[in-house]
């Protein structure tokens, strides 16, 4: 079981829909908490106790400057939430290079090099005792690579292998790297693409159950979150 009372965590994307949800969760469980996200307004109008860290993962330092802020401010790192993310819809042929460079940008290198940038903090979590954790959320489209979501997918793909494979890596220093695969969730998400537009999809996930099972999940010392668990 992992104490979330005292943890000291940075949440990325923490005006997002999931993100804010998974902050206010983390909040009312006693968590010390650290928001990023790249318009201020929107961090301040979250009802969360927190520390705000106004960054855009597109800028050339954004998620590694956003760790070392966070764990000055909060005295240390326990656990990293990575909740942001972008999407796209339409056929691969049709695929604007631009888009397919943020895509990777925001969903895979980003998260990437704010896992890479978190391990130094992470590990020194670890030797104090505690259980330290990485959670991001990929999605369902990691597992099946989804037609009309072709660069998303692949995205999401890139950061779901890198979960695996640094989760192998880190297992000895007693760091967990969670990777969550939600299918389609209300949260709105999909009406802010970035290009293209979304199809009528079936009614998705709520987003509160969502944020409840990925909560849980880092408190229960869960390993992995694939779609069957949502
Ligand atoms: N909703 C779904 O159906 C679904 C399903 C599976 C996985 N996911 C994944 O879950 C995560 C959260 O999704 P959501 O549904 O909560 O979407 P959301 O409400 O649109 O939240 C996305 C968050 O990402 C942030 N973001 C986007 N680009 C950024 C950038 N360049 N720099 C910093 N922050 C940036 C947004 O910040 P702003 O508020 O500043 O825009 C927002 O806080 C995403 O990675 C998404 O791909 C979602």
Same mark, same amino acid.
């Given at each position: 079981?992992?104490?979330l009372?005292?943890s000291?965590?940075l949440?990325?994307g ?5 993100g804010?949800?998974? =902050?206010?969760?983390?909040?009312d469980a ?7 996200g ?8 979250l ?7 106004v ?10 400057? &956003? ?8 005295g240390?790192?326990d ?8 999407v796209?819809?339409? @056929? ?6 631009d ?5 990777? =940008? ?9 896992i890479?940038?978190?391990? @130094?903090a992470?590990?020194r979590? =670890?030797?104090e005792?505690?259980?330290? &954790?990485v ?11 989804t037609?009309?979501l ?15 494979a ?12 969670l990777?969550?695969? @939600?299918?389609h969730?209300?949260?709105g ?13 079936p009614?998705?996930l709520?987003?509160d159950?969502? =944020? ?5 999940a ?10 069957s668990?949502?």
């Open positions: 079981m992992t104490e009372s005292g000291r965590v949440v990325i923490a005006s997002g829909g999931l804010s949800r998974i =902050a206010r969760r983390l909040a006693g968590a010390i908490l650290a928001l990023s790249r318009n201020a307004a929107r961090l301040d109008a009802d969360v106790p927190a520390e705000r860290i960054a855009d993962l597109r800028s050339e330092s954004g998620s590694a400057s &956003v760790v070392v802020e966070a764990e000055s401010r909060l240390g790192l656990a990293v939430v990575i909740a942001s993310g972008v796209a819809f339409g @056929p691969a042929s049709e695929l604007d290079p888009t397919a460079i943020e895509l990777f =940008a925001v969903n895979a290198l980003s998260p990437i090099d704010t890479r940038a978190a391990l @130094p992470l590990t979590s =670890a030797g005792g505690r259980k330290p &954790v959670v991001t959320i990929s999605g369902i489209v990691a597992e099946v690579p037609a009309g072709a660069a998303y997918s692949a995205s999401k793909s890139a950061l779901a292998a890198f979960m695996v640094a989760g192998r890596e880190n297992r000895r220093a007693g760091i967990r790297l990777d969550a695969r @939600p299918g969730t209300e949260t998400l999909v009406t802010r693409a970035i290009a293209g537009a979304a199809p009528a999809f009614e998705g709520d987003p159950h969502v =944020a409840d099972v990925i909560v849980e880092i408190a229960s010392d869960a390993r992995d979150l694939p779609s668990a949502f």
